[in-house]
Nanobody
Framework: QVQLVESGGGSVQAGGSLRLSCAAS????????VAWFRQAPGKEREGVAA????????IYADSVKGRFTISLDNDRDTLFLQMNSLKPEDTAVYYC???????????????RGQGTQVTVSS
C-alpha cells in the first residue's frame, strides 16, 4: 500500500527555517508531477512548489519564490521542501502529493499525504 507521510512541521518565529519531508512507503516517486500544497484556515488550498512531469524543472508560487526549495533525494523515496525566511502568512497545513497530471502545479494526484502543520509567529 502506498503512503506519503509528511514530517518536519512545527512552530518557528518569523525569519526562521523549516525543512519538510515527505516519505514514500511502498512506492518510489516517478517522473510524474510531485508537489507541495498548503491550506490555511478559511483559505483555499494553494500550490506552493512542484516538480512537473519529467523532473527537469521546478515551479513556485510567487509568494514563496526565493525562499522555498523543492527537491527529491537521489533514491527518489523522499520529497523535501526547504523553507527559509518564513513569514506569519506561511502558516498553514502543508501537504505533499505525487503522480499528478497537467501543467503548472498539476492536478488529479494519485497520492497525497495527511499534512503537517507549520506555524510562524511574528
Amino acid at each position: 500500500q502506498v503512503q506519503l507521510v509528511e514530517s518536519g512541521g512545527g512552530s518557528v518565529q518569523a525569519g526562521g527555517s523549516l525543512r519538510l519531508s515527505c516519505a514514500a512507503s511502498g512506492y518510489m516517486f516517478s517522473r510524474y508531477c510531485v508537489a507541495w500544497f498548503r491550506q490555511a484556515p478559511g483559505k483555499e488550498r494553494e500550490g506552493v512548489a512542484a516538480i512537473p512531469t519529467g523532473g527537469t524543472s521546478t515551479i513556485y508560487a510567487d509568494s514563496v519564490k526565493g525562499r522555498f526549495t523543492i527537491s527529491l533525494d537521489n533514491d527518489r523515496d523522499t520529497l523535501f521542501l526547504q523553507m527559509n525566511s518564513l513569514k506569519p502568512e506561511d502558516t498553514a497545513v502543508y501537504y505533499c502529493a505525487s503522480e499528478g497530471t497537467g501543467d503548472g502545479f498539476c492536478h488529479d494526484f494519485s497520492y497525497r499525504g495527511q499534512g503537517t502543520q507549520v506555524t510562524v509567529s511574528s
